[in-house]
């Protein structure tokens, strides 16, 4: 019997040996993928300077919740800024849009107030805000500060222009009755028209208060305003008075206007009380020619009919009247001034053929008697204004007069004025008297009648002596009968005689009564406010204590 032969076979077993090379395998393929899903979106954020901005440390933040790091920062192209290579996280990237903002948070103190303190122990960090458009984008520019209003918030954004130097910054509130409802997002002075230009905002749901006849106005600082008028101080608010604003509002009796859309651009005022003054497209300007002072009359001061205002003050200069030869070498030359009439608070509305009317109305009424008086408005402030009024004509008034192309309106003084013309015209006739000398001679004459007075005594004592001796008797009756009436005669030119004393009164009394005119006149030329102020009354006498 022969032996089986065995036979071996040899099998390839599993090493245990490469589990932990292929899990760890599969753990990297896995974050790989996990990575890849993850991965977050590149972008570029362009910046003046790198100022607080360090690659890898410094986060991207919005809301406060980290969304990105910086990766790297880079010097431009053109060496004139910064290029900072980021990375937002991948649930956010649809936030990235062709309006989306970036700006770097640090501590900043300004008009708008304090903030970024924070930063001062977590370090700088650049903040997000998300934009509105529908159109991605992985480039961007910084802003150099914060903006005043994100891109996302619903509202009205507006141009206002102005030629007024105004104190508006960036950050100043808009409001609207005292309430801020939204802010002045930008400044730009235009080199060539020299206008400013200021962008603001107006908060959702109060921009539905802006329509086509909205006013804003400067309600920067505290406004004060002394004219014809009186006093006025306006202040919107304590904000406004120390950083400054802008105020809208529709001028007094009107309704609102059609709406309006972003992008509209308004005037800016000056102040609340500018809005409501009315601009004419038809005017006509003529010229007044006062011979008093026209202290407290400035230009803008109000040109009066019965109350109503129907224009104003445009101009007061020689310049009107420096060629004219009526003018020339008078020792008063009248002061130019310059009005402007608005028809259409005159005769109706505004238009070409109600200022040919106006102008013929005024043409016949200077013929009847229209004059322009220069009167106070406001004695606290002293500011004067123009009122047109007729009044009876003593001479012929040409209603065709003009100068420099100007029609000329007369002129009338009234009130102080006239008191004041009347003064001088007063005092000019009292320095024209030869006061002084009339004075002097009324001395002389009184010191001459007296001397012809002892002399009369003299010879009527001598005639008494010759009546009473025994020659005169013996005289014929009418010899005696006249030196009698000689006796008599003489008599009255006597220091006793009733003609002599009355004289000598009268001669006393024209004295005294030259000298107060003298002191009147001196005290006037030195004092010419003693015609209407009294003397200042001593203080009365105060008793002692009793000691």
Known sequence: MSEAKAQVTTQKRFSAVWIIPIVA??????????????????????????????????????????????????INANHSGVIVHAEINKNIAPLLVKDTQFWVVR???????????????????????????????????????????????????????SHLGNSLSVGDPVLYRGFKVGRVEDTDLDTHTQQIFYSIFI??????????????????????????????VNASSLETVLIGGVEFGLPDNTKPGAAVK???????????????????????????????????????????YNGLEIGKVTDISFDYIINEKE??????????????????????????????????????????????????????????????????????????????GYPVIPTISSGLGEIQVKINNFLDKLNSLPLQRTVSNAD???????????????????????????????????????????????????SQSAVYRHMDQNLQQLKQTLSSVEQFTNQLGTRPSSIVFSDPQPADTQPEAAK
């Open 203 to 232: 908060n959702a749901p109060y921009d539905d208060l802006i329509t086509s006849n909205t006013k804003f106005w400067n309600a920067s600082g505290l406004s004060v305003k002394m004219n014809a008028k009186g006093v006025s």
């Open 444 to 494: 002389v004459t009184i010191k001459e009648i007296g001397n012809a007075a002892k002399r009369a005594d003299s010879a009527l004592a001598q005639l008494d002596k010759i009546l009473a001796s025994d020659s005169t008797q013996t005289m014929p009756q009418e010899l005696k009968d006249t030196l009698q009436q000689l006796r008599t005669t003489i008599h009255d030119f006597s």
């Open 25 to 74: 395998l599969l753990i990297g393929a896995l974050m790989v993928v996990h990575g890849y899903q993850n991965q977050g979106t590149d972008i570029t954020i362009s910046f003046a300077n790198a100022d607080g901005i360090t690659a890898k440390k410094t986060h991207i933040k919005m809301l406060n919740v980290d969304i990105g790091i910086v990766k790297g920062v880079t």
């Open 327 to 404: 003018y020339s070498g008078i020792r008063q030359t009248p002061v130019p001034v310059l009005i402007s009439i608005a028809p259409a608070a005159l005769v109706g509305e505004d238009s070409l053929d109600n200022m040919q009317k106006m102008e013929e109305l005024i043409h016949s009424g200077i013929a009847k008697g229209l004059c322009a008086n220069l009167k106070t408005g406001n004695l606290i402030t002293g500011g004067r204004y123009i009122a047109l009024e007729y009044h009876k004509v003593k001479h012929a008034v040409d209603p065709d007069k003009t100068i420099n």
């Open 107 to 161: 501590p900043r103190i300004g008009a708008s107030g304090v903030s970024g303190l924070g930063t001062l122990l977590s370090g700088a960090y650049i903040e997000m805000s998300p934009g509105v458009s529908k159109k991605q984008a992985v480039k961007f520019i910084g802003l150099d500060d914060i903006p005043p209003t994100p891109a996302n918030v619903k509202g009205l954004r507006l141009t206002l222009t």
């Open 262 to 304: 972003n992008g509209d651009s308004f005037l800016l005022f000056a102040d609340r009380d500018s809005i409501n003054e009315k601009n004419y497209a038809y005017s006509a300007e003529y010229l007044l020619l006062f011979n008093t002072s026209v202290r407290g009359l400035q230009v803008g001061s109000p040109v009066a």
